[in-house]
């Protein structure tokens, strides 16, 4: 049974930076996605950042390109989200999510890249919340 467990999050002023990650476990897939989501009160589930098991170009929203960066550890057990320079915009739930299958899409700029949709994946953790406060 995959669990995923985020932590890290809080509330920072403008500018500020968090890094937040995420525990899996009861994960045996060799091929995968794993990303990042977050969801303001209000506002729908979007896609933030999202990496492919088997390499590439990585995935991240235009709205946190060059501030953020999402990485992962050798083993694989852990997912990071490096969030510098935040916004009050960037407040919401950040979500961890998982899917056991090659999830990369031709999108918008013809790279084919991790998925950055919510129903590609099956996996989600609880969500840590995240408050820029400026």
């Known amino acids: 049974q995959v669990q995923l467990v985020e932590s890290g999050g809080g509330s920072v002023q403008a500018g500020g930076s968090l890094r937040l990650s995420c525990a899996a476990s009861g994960y045996t897939y060799s091929t995968y996605c794993m990303g990042w989501f977050r969801q303001a009160p209000g506002k729908e589930r979007e896609g933030v950042a999202a990496?492919?098991?088997?390499?590439?170009?990585?995935y991240y929203a235009d709205s946190v390109k060059g501030r953020f960066t999402i990485s992962q550890d050798g083993a694989k057990n852990t997912l990071w989200l490096q969030m510098n320079s935040l916004k009050p915009e960037d407040t919401a739930m950040y979500y961890c999510?998982?899917?056991?299958?090659?999830?990369?899409?031709?999108?918008?700029?013809?790279?084919?890249?991790?998925?950055?949709?919510?129903?590609?994946?099956?996996?989600w953790g609880q969500g840590t919340q995240v408050t820029v406060s400026s």
């Open positions: 990496i492919y098991s088997g390499g590439g170009s990585r």
């Open positions: 999510a998982a899917v056991g299958i090659d999830c990369r899409r031709r999108l918008g700029s013809g790279w084919s890249m991790p998925s950055p949709y919510q129903y590609d994946y099956n996996h």
